[in-house]
């Protein structure tokens, strides 16, 4: 079966540069159209089953790309909940005590004070696609991108799908699920496409829990 890990489109929250995971932001007018733009470009792959994280964000950008496409609910897959540091940026944080002990040392394992750590992220995340894995049929999950980076960590722990960056908006990574492989995967930027090499490393997409600054879309693909 195949897999398909959709991030939601771009949020004020991208623009402003803050760690914003429970907050339920909605995506930018002009992000909807691009993603009902690049949708009719035959881009998004279809699936026999559909999921979001129900987060607005997401539910949001499911319905620019598949329209009114019967889906349900995944609600392991919703972002980090970045607890005191939500709505935050890094200018505002750099100096608080409980930000830089949460940044220092094994940071996937630290719990941001009344949040979650990554490690918790990717736990609930993986138990959620559980039952839609062992269904064998194929799935779209429109989700997030520090949850999208943990569950290819965890499946690929030695080879990454494309880091999350605001040099490629939108990523579509094809992953042998059963090899534990990358393919090659194309990477959209203003329109255009390219492929690049699927040598990179699964991990450093952990870091997107990090980085409030990620890319506004990317999917990735587990077969």
């Known amino acids: ?22 907050t339920d932001l909605p995506i930018l007018p002009e992000s909807y159209t691009e993603l009902e733009a690049r949708a009719k470009t035959g ?3 279809t699936a026999e089953r559909y999921y979001t994280s129900g987060m607005l964000r997401a539910e949001q950008s499911f319905r620019a790309i598949y329209g009114d496409t019967p889906h349900s609910v995944l609600y392991g897959m919703r972002e980090a909940d970045f607890g005191d540091f939500e709505m935050r940026n890094y200018a505002e944080l750099k100096d608080d005590p409980a930000y830089i002990k949460w940044i ?17 992220v990717t736990a609930r995340a993986l138990e959620a696609l559980k039952p839609v894995i062992s269904e064998g049929v194929d799935a779209v999950v ?17 080879r990454t799908a494309d880091s999350p960056s605001r040099r490629h908006p939108v990523t579509v990574i094809p992953l042998n699920f059963a090899a534990k492989s990358l393919l090659p995967f194309t ?24 980085d409030p600054h990620s890319a506004p879309v990317r999917a990735a693909a587990i077969q």
């Open 187 to 210: 990477s959209f930027r203003n329109g255009s496409h390219a492929h690049k090499s699927h040598e990179c490393e699964a991990k450093s997409a952990k870091k997107t829990m990090r």
């Open 43 to 45: 881009f998004y792959p």
């Open 104 to 120: 220092s040392g094994n940071n996937e394992d630290n719990i941001c004070p009344n949040g979650e750590s990554g490690a918790q």
């Open 1 to 22: 079966m195949k897999l398909t890990l959709i991030r939601h489109g771009m949020t004020r929250g991208n623009m402003l540069r803050i760690y914003y995971g429970s």
């Open 142 to 158: 429109v989700a997030h991108g520090g949850v999208i980076g943990g569950v290819l960590a965890h499946f690929f722990p030695n």
